[in-house]
Structure formats: structure tokens, C-alpha cells
T-cell receptor, first 118, second 113 residues
Framework: GAVVSQHPSRVICKSGTSVKIECRSL??????MFWYRQFPKKSLMLMAT?????????EQGVEKDKFLINHASLTLSTLTVTSAHPEDSSFYIC??????????????FGPGTRLLVL | GENVEQHPSTLSVQEGDSAVIKCTYS??????FPWYKQELGKRPQLIID?????GEKKDQRIAVTLNKTAKHFSLHITETQPEDSAVYFC????????????FGTGTRLLVSP
């Protein structure tokens, strides 16, 4: 199967600071990656679709200036939470599919990043 | 857009029993339906998926059925074991290629020894 990594696994920061989360596809190239947010005991909520070499597509209600996404290479997408506040505390998960695979729809998830903003 | 509903929200069974989780979707164009298992604090793991050209798929103790006419699909786990305890999410995707997944609300399965 495909391997997707995320870094850091958890981060604690002060209110007002920015936090960058990295999502990497380790053994395949991913032209598209997805960023999700998950609150405790809730489902995964898609935040944005990250496209290599172009601007991300954000879901309705997600502030693009708040959650900056950069997909500079075929194996790396980053999510930066700018001026973080306690309400941004959550579990952030990325996923990627394999464009060269027979079934491109299959998505593989990273291990997630738990963000706590104090 | 696509909307996926999932039931039940919690399911408790005894070890060895079967468990069934059901999902409905709204977009008749959806053609890919994966199921993910998520343990506490971990990433969702794909356990089985089905495409719209088949009605049923089985992998050992796990099976998924799809009724396109009724727009619903179900996960069946037989001979449940305590390690099956987790949250299960169904999802649907509208088009082939890299389109976004829409997730159900999740089912917390508890298998008691």
C-alpha cells in the first residue's frame, strides 16, 4: 500500500502563532492531496484539496487566509494555520491518492497532527 | 453536492456476533464507496471498498453490499472480535479520478468479549 506521513504528530502552541504541518507521500507521487479536520468523536471534514503546482481549492466556510496550503512538489503538501487560536485546536489529517494506480479513487491517510492552541 | 448518512452511531455486540453498518448517499452519480476503520487517535485505515459496477464484495470476515437503485451500501462484519472495536466511516465519491470523499458521521463499534 501507499505510505503517507505527517509531521509533526502533535504540536502545542501559543495563541497568535502560526503552525506548519507537513504531509508527504513516501513511496509515490501525489498530484492531489486532501486536508481534513476532525473534532473529537466527529467525522472527517474536508477543508481543502491541494493541487501540485496550483492553488488549493477550499471547501465552503474554510478561510483560505487562515489555513494556507502549499503543494510545491509531487510528494509534499503543507498546511499552515496562521494566527492560531484555541478554536483551531483539532486533529488535522491529510490524504493522498496514487495517480498511477489502477484505481485512482483510493485515498491513503497520514497519521494526523494533533494541534493544541493555548 | 453529495450527502452521506450513516447508522447506527453506536453499535455494541458480543464477540462472535455479526455487525452491520448502513449508509445512504444522495448523489446518483457516485460510483466509489470506501469504508474506513479508525482507532482512537490513529489514522483512518481503508478496510474495504466497492465500485458501482458490482453489488457485493467480500474480504474474509468483511463484506460490503451496494444497492444503487436505493442508493445505500452496508458494511458487514462476521465473527466479530474485540480488536474490531473502533469507529467505522463510510464514504462516497462522485466521479472517477481525484474527487473528494464525503464521509458519513461514523459508527462506534464495541465488541465485548
Amino acid at each position: 500500500g501507499a505510505v503517507v506521513s505527517q509531521h509533526p504528530s502533535r504540536v502545542i502552541c501559543k495563541s497568535g502563532t502560526s503552525v506548519k504541518i507537513e504531509c508527504r507521500s513516501l513511496d509515490f507521487q501525489a498530484t492531489t492531496m486532501f486536508w481534513y479536520r476532525q473534532f473529537p468523536k466527529k467525522s472527517l471534514m474536508l477543508m481543502a484539496t491541494s493541487n501540485e503546482g496550483s492553488k488549493a481549492t477550499y471547501e465552503q466556510g474554510v478561510e483560505k487566509d487562515k489555513f494556507l496550503i502549499n503543494h510545491a512538489s509531487l510528494t509534499l503538501s503543507t498546511l499552515t494555520v496562521t494566527s492560531a487560536h484555541p478554536e483551531d485546536s483539532s486533529f488535522y489529517i491529510c490524504s493522498a491518492g496514487r495517480p498511477a494506480a489502477r484505481y485512482q479513487e483510493t485515498q491513503y491517510f497520514g497519521p494526523g497532527t494533533r494541534l493544541l492552541v493555548l | 453536492g453529495e450527502n452521506v448518512e450513516q447508522h447506527p452511531s453506536t453499535l455494541s455486540v458480543q464477540e462472535g456476533d455479526s455487525a452491520v453498518i448502513k449508509c445512504t448517499y444522495s448523489d446518483s452519480a457516485s460510483n466509489y464507496f470506501p469504508w474506513y476503520k479508525q482507532e482512537l487517535g490513529k489514522r483512518p485505515q481503508l478496510i474495504i471498498d466497492i465500485r458501482s459496477n458490482v453489488g457485493e464484495k467480500k474480504d474474509q470476515r468483511i463484506a460490503v453490499t451496494l444497492n444503487k437503485t436505493a442508493k445505500h451500501f452496508s458494511l458487514h462484519i462476521t465473527e466479530t472480535q474485540p480488536e474490531d472495536s473502533a469507529v467505522y466511516f463510510c464514504a462516497a465519491i462522485g466521479d472517477t479520478g481525484f474527487q473528494k470523499l464525503v464521509f458519513g458521521t461514523g459508527t462506534r463499534l464495541l465488541v465485548s468479549p
